[in-house]
Structures are given as structure tokens and as C-alpha cells.
């Protein structure tokens, strides 16, 4: 069981599929590694006395409040992948590289992400809090002291710690104490949307960045008899932004100010490699932008002018050159040793 070092305690997430019942994360390759773990709260609405009289007589017990949370992680290549698939909504068995222990996932946006959810548990002394159903929503990347930092928001039915169906988590293992994804492993490239296929006279360099992709407005409603949130649902589009600053205006991006005037639009690729798997294959995470949008862009004042940049991923007309097939406003790509599709 658990203890009350939370280095100590043992987390896990496992894709469910029944809303409002968990299933058992006690098994290999469940385990992830967030900084925040016990950052889950049990919420329940109290139910005030407002009738006329000098005290309250009662303070019932309502709802319970949707368990609204970010888990924040040190990305790594390997051990996110279901989280982040299911914000993504379509991922399938990977490609493996030759007969190399190296295999290719694409996740892509899905219309919708209508079921997919899954089952959060962390250990807290000798109590396992569960959050039964949880829908991972949005996922946020930045650098963070030499690392890239992975903030998943998550939306939960409740908290228990007394579940029949979790009971130990002694199997529970990570599938990857090591890789984690440095910021400097990162190459930023882009050109014009209707440009040539991205090479390496497009790589820019950064100072920063922002990458945020969100399944927006998640519904929060209730059912008669049932106290806690049914499966939350997308009230609005999924937003996909990059925000990027640079140290200095330059001579590039200089000219990202009459691009957004002009409505100049952009495609990007943001791609970071890490250790070698086998052969010719290394860890990566390659995310693709095949249209992007100018939404702000800004040198602010300061002794020396630095720049920055804000773009929003757009739907595609045709895939453009360099990217076949992808026309949606992401696709990412994830090279590792996992042989399974992450949304299985």
C-alpha cells in the first residue's frame, strides 16, 4: 500500500469504457508520473437551511461537484500515450520499423471524443483514491527548466477511496522511467501554407513556446438518481494553438507582422528527438500543423526587442506539400517501443 511520502505512492491510468464505473489499473504498463498526484478533490454541494427561522436546522448533501484537475508531468516518449490519445480521439496499431523494437503511432483529430475516457487512481496512505471516469480535455506543452512540460486537464465524476474493484496496485508499472523530452531537443520549421515542403531553411529559433490543444466546453450535466456528472461532451470546436516568443526581432521575424496583416498563412512542423530505440530510429514527438493562422503577433518594448507570435491550427482545404494526407489541424506522431494501440 501506499504512504504519506507521495514519492512513495504508485499512480496509474487505465482507458475504460463503461462512464461511472472503474476499472482495475493493477497491472504493467498502467503506471504514469505525474508531479501533481494527488491534485484530485472530492467535491459535494451542501444543501443550505434558507427557511425562516433563527439557526439552520439541516445542511444536506447535493450533488457531487465534477472533479476538474491537472496532472502535470515531465513529457517523456513513452507513458502518456493514452492520455494524450484520447484528447487526440483516433490512433490505431502502430507501424513497427523494420524488425526493430522502434513502432510509429499517429494520433489524429477525431471529429469528436464521445467515449473515451478512462480510470484514474493514486495511492494516499493506505487508501486508494479513484476517480472512477475521468475524460483527459486539453493538453498544454512548455519548456520548463531544460525540460518540456505536459499539463493534461481532466474532468472526473468523483473521488472514492473505498472501491471494490481497486484494491492493490502492487502490479502497477511504468513503461518508462527514463526518456524524458528536453527542450533542446526540439527543431521548429515553417514556411508559407502554400509553400515548399519544410526543410531545413525553415527552421526558426525559438526563445519559447506554448502548445495548447483543447477539446472546449465540456458539458457538466446530471441525470435524476445519479449523483455525479454523466460523460462529459464538447459543447464547442477543439482549439489548437502555438504561441511562440523569441529572444531578438530578427530579419525573420520581422516580417511575421506583415504576414498577419496580409493574412499569410502558415504550416509548421515542431519535432523532438530523443534517444536512439534500434538501427536508424530514435524516440520523437513530431506534431504537424498543415494550416496555420496568424492571430497576434508583437514586439514588445524592452532594452532588446524581443518578438512574438500567436497562431491557431485551421482545417485544411488539401493536405499541403510535405504532408500528405494530413489536412486536419494536427497530427502527432509518436516514435517509442509500445507495440499496442494506445486507444485499446
Not at 474493484?165 to 526540439?186: C, E, F, K, Q, Y
Amino acid at each position: 500500500m501506499g504512504d504519506i511520502e507521495k514519492r512513495l505512492n504508485t499512480t496509474a491510468f487505465k482507458k475504460a469504457s463503461t462512464w461511472g464505473t472503474e476499472v482495475d489499473v493493477d497491472a504493467a504498463g498502467t503506471g504514469i508520473l505525474p508531479l501533481n498526484p494527488g491534485a484530485i478533490k472530492h467535491g459535494i454541494v451542501a444543501i443550505e437551511d434558507k427557511a425562516a427561522s433563527a439557526f439552520e436546522h439541516d445542511l444536506d448533501q447535493g450533488d457531487f461537484e465534477a472533479v476538474d484537475f491537472g496532472l502535470e508531468f515531465d513529457l517523456r516518449y513513452e507513458g502518456l500515450g493514452t492520455l494524450i490519445a484520447i484528447i487526440m480521439g483516433t490512433a490505431g496499431a502502430p507501424s513497427q520499423q523494420e524488425a526493430t523494437d522502434a513502432y510509429l503511432h499517429t494520433l489524429q483529430l477525431a471529429n469528436s471524443i464521445a467515449g473515451l475516457f478512462g480510470t484514474y487512481a493514486t495511492e494516499k496512505k493506505d487508501k486508494i483514491h479513484v476517480v472512477p471516469s475521468v475524460k483527459p480535455y486539453k493538453i498544454t506543452l512548455a519548456p520548463d527548466s531544460g525540460k518540456v512540460k505536459a499539463t493534461i486537464n481532466c474532468l472526473g465524476n468523483k473521488v472514492i477511496d473505498d472501491s471494490s474493484v481497486i484494491t492493490g496496485m502492487t502490479s502497477v508499472t511504468v513503461p518508462d522511467l527514463h526518456n524524458r523530452t528536453l527542450a533542446r531537443h526540439g527543431v521548429f520549421r515553417m514556411n508559407a501554407q502554400d509553400g515548399a515542403a519544410l526543410g531545413s531553411g525553415d527552421k526558426i529559433k525559438i526563445k519559447d513556446f506554448t502548445i495548447e490543444i483543447e477539446r472546449r466546453s465540456m458539458s457538466q450535466h446530471y441525470e435524476s438518481e445519479n449523483r455525479s456528472i454523466i460523460e462529459p461532451l464538447e459543447e464547442d470546436k477543439p482549439l489548437v494553438k502555438v504561441t511562440l516568443n523569441f529572444n531578438r526581432m530578427d530579419d525573420t521575424n520581422k516580417a511575421y507582422f506583415s504576414d498577419w496583416n496580409s493574412e499569410n498563412e502558415k504550416k509548421m512542423d515542431i519535432v523532438f528527438t530523443g534517444a536512439v530505440i534500434e538501427g536508424a530510429y530514435s524516440y520523437y514527438h513530431k506534431l504537424q500543423f498543415p494550416r496555420l493562422k496568424i492571430e497576434d503577433v508583437d514586439y514588445p518594448d524592452d532594452n532588446i526587442i524581443p518578438a512574438s507570435m500567436v497562431l491557431r491550427g485551421l482545417l485544411a482545404d488539401a493536405a499541403p506539400t510535405g504532408m500528405d494526407g494530413i489536412t486536419k489541424p494536427l497530427q502527432w506522431d509518436i516514435m517509442n517501443k509500445k507495440t499496442t494501440d494506445m486507444l485499446a
